[in-house]
């Protein structure tokens, strides 16, 4: 569910950074490969004399050359015009010069993919692979369209602006923007590490079909403080040598060099009760220190209003609380923050907050279903939703919430024809709740802001509550310890409390559940909660242990006194032929899935009981027809089943038919081309 994020956002009237030429006392700090008989891929070559010009009193550095000068302290931004080439025989200087946040500009093509190499006969490429550029965090790439027939439109949230260019075809990148995982299991979101943002699109009826420059500024972890600019595309052999793309490649020099940004402003919760002041918490860091002071202009308007706008400029200290007064008028809100160095703006960044209206979240359409279909309002619906967060942090929507960001890309998700969300916790639930399962106002009050924002776009919502295993919030079994499941069902009891009569939201309890911690397979979770269950289990299965003894086909005697769970030798399918008797495994598999029936059946009846009628399900993957949770077991106790099919590519109808349950409607909720690295590392 890591995707590139290509953003949709509002055009908007800001004083930009024009790029002029760069000084000559500031290019010794660039380096330009430049190497004679090299081929280009995938775009063709910038000419050295170009280059030259776009860039004055560059060095230019032969592959030789290249790894000597990138390792000198004084350098700052590497050049490579040769599309997907570059010298193969650089690649550790090149590397290790982005690990100590060097800045980096590649001119055309998907970068890092074609190794160049040189033998007595002259330069020849490899073939396309990805060896080098999963090394910089990114997969691989998906090819998208080229300029004809697109409008070209500048990203107005980055403070530059690209003179027009066409391209033959685009490359998108499928990259990780995070380094380390925030949490010690599987599902795990990971840490804001960096940031992506396209310079400009290819669109064609107001939907982003390209983006062939983008940015990738390194936060932490990784690369810290450097920014990559990727010219991502096949560029026209005319318009490489042209004096437009010498004016394009100033643009991109001047802003690559600068390293590094972060700057943000959100207010501190995404809605506030009618006069509640606005808190709206501002951060900054730079890779390049700033040439004077900075100041922060603060401009909040009523969406519906914009020329009722109040501002607020204020020297930048980091970090920053700044306090707006509160207003009364119901409905979307929004915050431009502009970062001001001198009379000029540094960054923008957009945020919004929602006023509460009861009113409106809870007149929208109401979702049912059927034995087959999903109804809206009555009607039938067919759904072609999506699972989405926020394509600007992800999972951590809620610890880092901006309506705003979910505003702008809810209408896109709905003017592209979709009709359904799917969203929720799949990380990090100590950060909603308290030690005893109640969840935080702020976590209620992100929730809300997120169902109205889906209200405005007439989105249904399907919340999931907890991802691969229940969150055990202190205890030790997440479906057997009573500690738990009391703070487990706390929480879910309040959260759908509070919106138990929104008619277009349904709840998944789980996404893809195990029974263990052993993620993705049955296997005993092997604490002594689970142990005494299994024992009390096997006692109202096997009144008898002289029945239970003839079952297993085993001696009475060997299981006397408190029976164990299965080990892992008796799963494996040759067990048996090193004096490990298997059938114990039945009964295991029994027991785990009777287990998950009754904390499916004990969350529904907590769901019941604060009054709401919304539908209730589970969020089940394509094991669910194997050997894992199976709703051929649970699917009474849900209001409809689901399948996840995008991992088993070989059997999808199969998975499908299965997961579906007599007289109840199944959702696949999740699909999707499986993305994979072939033998000869390329993809």
Known sequence: ??????????????????????????????VVLHEAGMPAADSPEFPQQQLAQAIPGTRFASADQL???????????????????????????????????????????????????????????????????????IDQFQVTPGSNG?????????????????????????IRLSAVDLYNRGGSAGSIDARLDPLVWGVKDNRKMAAPAMEIDHLQNSFDGSRWIFLSAELDQAFASSADATKLIRALAERAQHGSQEFTARPTLPLYLPGEPVEVEVLWHGAEKPSGTLAVRITEFPEAQ????????????????????????????????????????????????????????????RLAVNHDFFEL?????????????????????????????????????????????????????????????QPYERTLRTLEAYLMTARKHGLPVQFNFFAFLPEVLGGVNPYLDPHALRKQQTLVSTVVGRFHDVPFLAWDLINEPSISQH???????????????????????YPDRAALAAAWNVPPASIAGSISLPQEIEFAPRGMYVGHNSLRVYDYFLFAQETFVDWVRAMREKIRATGSQQLVTVGQDEGGVKDRLSPAFYGLAIDFTTNHSWWGNDSLLWDSLTAKQPGEAMLIQETGLQREINLDESA
């Open 67 to 137: 790894s000597s000068l990138l390792a000198e302290s004084g350098t700052r931004l590497l050049v490579l015009p040769y599309g997907s080439a570059f010298p193969e025989q650089a690649w550790p200087g090149i590397h290790g010069f982005l690990e100590r946040g060097g800045n980096l500009l590649v001119l055309g093509g998907r970068p890092f993919t074609r190794a160049a190499y040189r033998d007595s006969s002259g330069w020849h490429l490899r073939d396309y692979n990805v060896r080098f550029i999963r090394q910089l965090s």
């Open 150 to 174: 697109l409008e070209f439109q500048n990203n107005p949230d980055v403070v530059l602006s690209l003179p027009r260019f066409s391209w033959q075809r685009a490359f998108s990148p499928i």
């Open 1 to 30: 569910m890591n995707t590139p994020r290509y953003v949709a956002l509002f055009l908007c009237f800001a004083t930009f950074f024009f790029a002029q030429p760069l000084p000559a006392q500031q290019a010794p700090g660039i």
């Open 306 to 365: 914009p020329s009722h706008s109040e501002v607020e400029t204020t020297n930048l200290t980091v970090p920053q609380i700044i306090v707006l007064p509160g207003t009364k008028e119901k409905g979307f809100h929004v915050i431009q923050a502009d970062l001001l160095e001198g009379n000029s703006v540094r960054a923008i960044y957009r945020s919004g907050f929602w006023i509460r209206d009861n009113d409106f979240l809870r007149s929208g359409p």
């Open 519 to 541: 993620l993705w397979q049955t296997r005993p979770n092997g604490d002594s909660v689970e142990l005494a269950a299994w024992n009390r289990w096997l006692l109202k299965r």
């Open 377 to 437: 309002d009555g009607h039938p619906l067919a759904v072609i939703g999506t699972t989405y967060m926020s394509s600007e942090v992800q999972r951590l929507f809620f610890d880092h919430p901006n309506a705003y960001v979910w505003d702008r890309d809810m209408a896109q998700i709905q003017a592209a024809g979709l009709n359904m969300l799917r969203t929720g916790w799949w990380t990090g639930w100590d950060k909603f709740c308290d030690e005893n399962g």
